[in-house]
């Protein structure tokens, strides 16, 4: 999976003064399939402190140094899209963009809590301007243990609903 992680200066983006506290969404909804760190999605990382945070933070892998959720890095949301209250974890996603959208990083929402989220106000109105602005999204559900999330590509999707109500 894509995460919001690797790219070079990804840290200096952080929103000011927002930090993980007690969530650990990611210790276990990401797969980590790395030399130093392997687990599957769904899996609770064995480092994990849960509410409390990673128990080798100091020496934690590099992967977990420089991964960020969407929640850090996206000011306009607030502490309601934390991804342990709002259950939905954001991430960058650079696979599934057509070759017609000039940008080639898209923005990944994964429910992962219950399916009812997906009628949040707050996210359709988030996912709406998104796609209006031209940035790829898609939304994900997370498969089984181990298992990897399902995906869709929503603008194009979301494109042809908005032309059809128009009409």
Not at 13 to 41: F, M, S
Not at 45 to 50: N, S
Not at 124 to 147: Q, R, W
Request: net charge positive.
């Amino acid at each position: 999976m894509a995460g919001m992680g690797g790219e070079s200066g990804l840290k200096d983006q952080l929103v000011p003064n927002r930090d993980c506290g007690g969530c650990t969404v990611c210790c276990k909804d990401l797969a980590i399939n790395e030399p130093e760190l392997k687990k599957a999605r769904g899996v609770l990382c064995e480092h994990c402190a849960k509410g409390s945070g990673c128990a080798i933070y100091e020496t934690r892998p590099a992967i977990c140094r420089t991964w960020f959720c969407g929640w850090r890095l996206l000011p306009q949301l607030d502490a309601g899209w934390r991804p342990d209250k709002s259950q939905i974890l954001i991430s960058l996603s650079y696979d599934g963009i057509p070759e017609k959208y000039a940008q080639r990083a898209g923005l990944e929402f994964t429910l992962i809590g219950s399916l009812q989220k997906i009628t949040w106000e707050p996210l359709v109105m988030h996912i709406a301007a998104l796609v209006d602005g031209g940035v790829p999204v898609f939304l994900a559900v997370p498969g089984g243990v181990g298992k990897p999330s399902a995906k869709v590509f929503l603008n194009d999707r979301m494109a042809a609903a908005w032309s059809a109500a128009a009409m």
